[in-house]
């Protein structure tokens, strides 16, 4: 289950340092138009995410195939619900606005089964690592 770890942690760290940097953006530039993007970036992206790693450093889930399905749901999500979220905010003109919809509303459904993927699996007993 490192291998899942180290993956969420390293996508957490990355949307930490963008969350980061959108906060930097916002202060200095007295903006807070993007309040909402920054908000999910580094709960969902960021703390979500880190959790979920520490959580399979911590347990080893007997369901590797749920453990997988969550893993890489959450990833997904985390980035579509995000990243559709500031496409819908900021209408970039090269994609029609239905597409920036889906993309957004994919996301956070996938996101949201990641979410559902990680309950089971927490009442599934997996065993404490050594």
Same mark, same amino acid.
């Given at each position: 289950?490192?291998? @899942? ?7 957490? *760290? ?6 980061? %940097?959108?906060? #930097?953006?916002? !202060? #200095?530039?007295?903006? @807070?138009? %993007? ?7 580094? =709960? ?6 880190? *959790?979920? *790693? =520490? @959580? &399979?450093? %911590? ?8 453990? $997988?399905?969550?893993? &890489? ?6 980035? #579509?619900?995000? $990243? $559709?979220?500031?496409? &819908?905010?900021?209408? +970039?003109?090269?994609? +029609? !606005?239905?597409?920036?919809? =889906?993309? &957004? ?10 979410? %559902? ?6 009442f599934t007993h997996g065993k404490k690592e050594d």
């Amino acid at each position: 289950m490192n291998k @899942y770890s180290n993956l969420l942690l390293k996508v957490a *760290a990355v949307f930490g340092l963008i969350g980061a %940097v959108l906060g #930097g953006h916002m !202060a #200095g530039s007295g903006s @807070y138009a %993007v309040r909402p993007i920054h908000a999910h970036i580094l =709960v969902v992206g960021w703390l979500t995410l880190f *959790a979920w *790693a =520490v @959580y &399979y450093r %911590v347990f080893q889930p007997k369901n590797r195939i749920l453990a $997988g399905l969550h893993v &890489y749901s959450a990833v997904i999500g985390a980035v #579509g619900l995000t $990243g $559709g979220m500031a496409l &819908y905010n900021f209408r +970039p003109g090269f994609l +029609p !606005a239905a597409v920036e919809t =889906v993309f &957004y509303i994919a996301g956070g459904a996938i996101l949201l089964l990641s979410f %559902v993927f990680f309950c089971l699996l927490t009442f599934t007993h997996g065993k404490k690592e050594d």
